[in-house]
């Protein structure tokens, strides 16, 4: 079959007026619910209208196919998460360290798990819908953000901020994965949220106070192998 073009992956036009934003949000929320109750492969545009309460037509001014609205789906979601982080690193400019990382690793990781069903579903598919393009492009917003925010930290980093933002951010993906694919993920949120929090903290600590580790070559290391 030919590969769907970009084109066709794309909301057909934005919403303008309040009304027409609710609709769309009411059609993206119904998306999800569809997805989480019968799967991608049972998700139809005209289901998805039903349960949203408007005709197949109305939907079609904002979304051709059902890529389109998974897409979309998916992007809402990524946005959410971004959001959160860009509020709470605003919110923590001029903070200590420790804190902005308490801040951070909390606000994200909320956000993460706040559906974490939903998250899981749309997941799930964004190979099919350009997940990996919308994720590169979210994650560079937060980065920024992360990036304005330890900049503006009371202790001096030693390690570029840049950096730093980068290792972050996959530290958290990796916990949220985790979190995500845990049969029991709402156990053990708080307790990964502590040693996340924990670890965050450290490293920070140790890219402001301990300069002369970042001297350390890993090719030195015992049980370092040139072959990894």
Sequence with gaps: ???????????????????SAATVDAVLEATIQVLLQIGKERLTTTKVARRAGVSVGTLYQY??????????ALKRHMDEVAGAIKRVCHEQKGNGLEQMATALMTAFLAAKMRDAKASVAL?????????????????????????????????Q???????????????MAGVSRRLLESPASEKQFDALLRELIFLACTYLNACSTRASVRDVNPRAAPGYSASR
């Design 1 to 19: 079959m030919p590969r769907r073009s970009q084109a066709a992956l794309e909301p057909r036009k934005s919403p303008v007026q309040a009304r």
């Design 63 to 72: 979304f051709p196919n059902k890529s389109a609205l998974l897409k979309a």
């Design 123 to 155: 997941y799930a598919v964004s190979s099919d819908i350009d997940g990996a393009k919308i994720s590169q492009a979210m994650g560079a917003e937060s980065n920024r953000a992360v990036v304005g925010m330890l900049k503006t930290a009371r202790e």
């Design 157 to 171: 980093l030693t390690t570029d901020p840049e950096l730093v933002a980068s290792m972050l951010q996959g530290v």
